[in-house]
């Protein structure tokens, strides 16, 4: 008997959408695709993308609007730390990206606007 997969909260199907529409909307900028939803118990990595040879690791942020900060007020700074620390869970468990210059980029929706901030923090 085959057991059922957990629903996804509205939430989690939210997420996936915007964080399918990031990839996307990268690719079509000549990123490529690594891995999606890199998950560790320091923190989530939303997309690991390529850069020509450098390794980008790409935070999706969606708000409605910019009120309360909007998309890119949401990202804290113990949102980035913990960012970082699954960026260094990655990097020891692909010692072959260790080698690799790497950046942290946004990617946030706001509305039915984006915005990708490339090199948005440093680790």
Same mark, same amino acid.
């Given at each position: 008997?085959?057991? &059922?997969?957990?629903? &996804?909260?509205?939430?989690?199907?939210?997420?996936? +959408?915007? /964080?399918?529409?990031? %990839?996307?909307?990268? /690719? +079509? $900028?000549?990123?490529?695709?690594?891995?999606?939803?890199?998950?560790? %118990?320091?923190?989530?990595?939303?997309?690991?993308? $390529?850069?020509? /040879?450098?390794?980008?690791? *790409?935070?999706? @942020?969606? $708000? @409605?609007?910019?009120?309360?900060?909007?998309?890119?007020?949401?990202?804290?700074?113990? &949102?980035?730390? $913990?960012?970082?620390?699954?960026?260094? *869970? #990655?990097? @020891?468990?692909?010692? #072959?990206?260790?080698? %690799?210059?790497?950046?942290?980029?946004?990617?946030?929706? /706001?509305?039915?606007? *984006?915005? #990708?901030? %490339?090199?948005?923090?440093?680790?």
């Amino acid at each position: 008997m085959q057991e &059922k997969a957990p629903r &996804k909260t509205p939430r989690r199907v939210t997420g996936d +959408h915007f /964080e399918d529409a990031a %990839r996307s909307f990268l /690719e +079509h $900028r000549g990123l490529r695709f690594v891995r999606a939803n890199f998950l560790c %118990r320091l923190g989530e990595l939303d997309l690991v993308m $390529r850069d020509g /040879e450098v390794l980008v690791f *790409v935070e999706v @942020r969606y $708000r @409605r609007s910019a009120a309360f900060g909007g998309a890119l007020g949401s990202i804290t700074a113990r &949102k980035r730390q $913990r960012i970082i620390s699954a960026a260094q *869970v #990655w990097m @020891r468990a692909n010692p #072959w990206d260790a080698q %690799r210059p790497c950046r942290f980029d946004v990617v946030a929706f /706001e509305g039915d606007d *984006v915005e #990708w901030i %490339r090199a948005a923090f440093d680790a």
